[in-house]
């Protein structure tokens, strides 16, 4: 799973991103962290929040495994 927005407003980028493992370990990340909650939930938290409700959330499922 992939999340991204420009949580300061610069609009240079993702000011958060995260590559979440099957077992919810975050294998790399910025600005957030991971918690599997169930199999096949995720809870994902911003460390520093974003400025606004104005962001999105790009999700990538990777079924090869």
């Known amino acids: 799973a992939l999340f991204a927005n420009s949580g300061d407003g610069s609009g240079s980028g993702a000011d ?29 938290t911003f460390l520093t929040p974003m400025p606004n409700a104005d962001y999105s ?3 990538v499922l990777d079924l090869s495994t």
């Not at 991103?17 to 096949?40: P, R």
Request: aromatic share 6%.
């Open 16 to 44: 958060a991103w995260g590559n979440v493992a099957a077992d919810g370990t975050l294998e790399g990340g910025l600005n957030c962290t991971s918690t599997k909650v169930a199999t096949g939930s995720y809870s994902v």
């Open 57 to 59: 959330v790009v999700l």
